[in-house]
């Protein structure tokens, strides 16, 4: 069974530092999504890492995958307010012959970024 | 292109009642799956559609039922619910192999 762990689970900040949200998997994978979700909102996906050593990045916010170590990070660089809200990661998996996947989400990082 | 939607918004449902959370998309994407999201909890996958006429099991599907109306639709159908279904429910669509899910708003179900 694939288990996605996300830490932290909370992770309060102050505007202008930086941070890392670490996601773990449990089964190999080469495909890990980053979603944002905002209160009450829904998901907006945010990177796609699709290979070992990827990179991506988007204004504040830096994903990266390993996948020998099973290992994604989302790096967080000087914070602003509207950086806050729940960010999960998600994993594929394959199953059902290989033409079908399913995601298995980490339970979420909710972040706060204090003024 | 309103992308996929979903619903109601919002339902209270008393034990034992019955309903279908719809789900739609305009964006000829195959696959379309429903998830749950409870609190502390990630999302967990209830059902999954790779294409219309097909539905697949995922981690929690006990209790629920889904149709793969045609391309656009995909409901899920709660025969008699508890208070334990008491959750937001998204619905997601994906073109092809490996590609994004894309959310729709969510459908903020209670059960009393």
């Known amino acids: 069974e694939l288990k996605v762990e996300q830490n932290p689970l909370f992770l309060s900040m102050q505007e202008g530092k930086n941070y890392t949200i670490y996601c773990n998997y449990s089964?190999?994978?080469?495909?890990l999504y980053w979603y944002r979700q905002d209160p009450g909102k829904s998901l907006e996906s945010l990177f796609v890492l699709l290979s070992n050593g990827a990179v991506k990045q988007e204004g504040r916010l830096m994903a990266s995958l390993d996948t020998k170590a099973r290992l994604s990070t989302l790096h967080i660089t000087a914070a602003v307010h509207d950086l806050s809200a729940t960010y999960f990661c998600a994993v594929v998996f394959q199953w059902s012959g290989g033409s079908n996947y399913k995601l298995t989400f980490g339970k979420g990082t909710l972040l706060t970024v204090n003024p | 292109n309103a992308g996929v939607t979903q619903t109601p918004k919002f339902q209270v449902l008393k034990t034992g009642q019955s309903m279908t959370l719809q789900c739609a998309q305009d964006?000829?994407?195959?696959?379309m799956y429903w998830y749950r999201q409870d609190p502390g909890m990630g999302l967990r996958l209830i059902y999954y559609s790779a294409s219309e006429g097909t539905t697949d099991k995922g981690e929690v599907p006990n209790g629920y039922n889904v149709s793969r109306l045609n391309k656009r639709e995909f409901s899920l159908r709660l025969e008699s619910a508890a208070p334990s279904q008491t959750s937001v429910y998204f619905c997601?669509?994906?073109?092809?192999?490996?590609?994004?899910?894309?959310f729709g708003p969510g459908t903020r179900l209670l059960v009393l």
């Open positions: 997601a669509s994906r073109a092809g192999e490996w590609e994004t899910q894309y």
């Open positions: 964006m000829n994407h195959n696959s």
């Open positions: 089964t190999t994978s080469d495909r």
